[in-house]
């Protein structure tokens, strides 16, 4: 799998963006690309489009705006990656013209008239955009291989497995020298659809150990250390000794990542793109949305590796003002068409919408107002 570092801008600044040419620049479409992964020439747009929402998809962000930027020069798209609740919180308050959520809206959080940028008779879309699993990644003085299974997982970060010789982790590391040293479970400090993916992946896998229902905020009772956002967490796990986190896996270059034993045969499988993509293809979607809602109800039983997020594209049905939604269609557009995928895959190791998603996702952007 193929996983490239993020740009040092991120970390400067903690936010994307790409600066808007003249305009009256002529923009040139590369062969094969148009903005709405149709293979044709869009007209030339300007304007400025803000995102704000899950770091988890700060390396493909990076890509996809810098690749967007060479069909679209007169358009600056910014993308803030501070969190999927941030992101959430945005677009519902007008701050945003599109959130970046590692989790939909829930069937509370929608309906029309609740959104800031949306007509009152709108309603909001989730349309996935990225796929990608969710490694866990330790840090022990000694250890570069570990196998874990899901129950052993949730015992750790739920607290309850306290040391790294736990005859639980031993059991399925035969031959590993493992030391007695005190595990330091890291976790986000900020809402995170990472957080809540990772949570539900417990919940269902291991539902006798995690009796904790999914959710973006880590349970306090559960106690370990805190760091906010993908980077931090990463960071956390790094500097420290006997740690373990979980993170996005495009974000984890030169980290131990454990193995994951799949609860269907015993075998142990890493958090690589294919086995998170048979995990969404086995998902159904969430029932009781409307036609061009595309959320997902993830089946974390299924055969791959279920440590998997899907990060959303929330937008408007029909946006106040028409020329926010002309950009929104042709960002969002490019970003889930082919040739936006293709880039996200080579740029983050993210595994690519499948033909039959992608066309599902192309027939709501287009219904876009």
């Known amino acids: 799998m193929k996983i490239l570092p993020v740009g040092a801008s991120l970390v400067a600044a903690f936010a994307l963006a790409v600066s808007g040419c003249a305009a009256n620049e002529t923009p040139t479409t590369p062969a094969g690309q148009g903005t709405s992964g149709s293979g044709s020439t869009q007209a030339a747009l300007q304007g400025q489009l803000q995102g704000t929402g899950a770091s988890s998809m700060q390396a493909a962000q990076e890509a996809w705006i810098a690749k967007y930027k060479a069909e679209q020069p007169g358009v600056t798209v910014n993308y803030a990656p501070e969190g999927s609740g941030a992101g959430r919180t945005a677009f519902i308050n007008g701050g945003a013209g599109f959130a970046g959520s590692d989790r939909a809206l829930k069937?509370?959080?929608?309906g029309a008239g609740k959104f800031a940028k949306c007509t009152p008779e709108s309603n909001a879309m989730n349309l996935p955009v990225y796929v990608s699993p969710i490694a866990i990644i330790f840090n022990v003085e000694g250890v570069d291989e570990l196998k874990l299974d899901a129950a052993t997982v949730a015992g750790i970060f739920k607290g309850e497995i306290k040391n790294w010789n736990d005859p639980k982790i031993a059991a399925l590391n035969e031959g590993v020298n493992l030391p007695s040293g005190t595990i330091t479970p890291v976790h986000?400090?900020?809402?995170?659809?990472t957080t809540e993916n990772f949570t539900d992946t417990l919940s269902k896998a291991a539902p006798e150990v995690w009796t904790e229902?999914?959710?973006g905020d880590w349970p306090g009772a559960f106690g370990g250390e805190a760091a906010k956002g993908t980077s931090g967490v990463v960071a956390a796990v790094k500097n420290g000794n006997g740690t373990i986190g979980y993170a996005d896996e495009s974000q984890t270059e030169g980290m131990k990542v454990a193995q994951y034993a799949q609860k269907a045969d015993g075998e142990f499988v890493g958090p690589t793109a294919d086995a998170a993509a048979q995990v969404v293809e086995a998902s159904p979607k969430v029932e009781g949305r409307g036609d061009n809602d595309q959320a997902l109800n993830l089946d974390r039983t299924a055969a791959g590796y279920p440590f998997v997020l899907v990060a959303y594209a929330i937008v408007c049905e029909d946006y106040k003002d028409d020329k926010e939604a002309e950009l929104v269609k042709s960002y969002i557009g490019y970003i889930a068409s082919e040739q936006g995928q293709k880039d996200a895959e080579e740029s983050a190791g993210?595994?690519?919408?499948?033909?039959?998603?992608?066309?599902?996702?192309?027939?709501?952007?287009?219904?876009?107002?």
């Open 107 to 110: 069937d509370d959080e929608m």
């Open 188 to 193: 986000r400090s900020d809402n995170s659809g």
């Open 213 to 215: 229902k999914a959710s």
């Open 350 to 369: 993210s595994a690519p919408l499948s033909s039959a998603m992608a066309g599902k996702v192309k027939t709501s952007v287009d219904s876009i107002k």
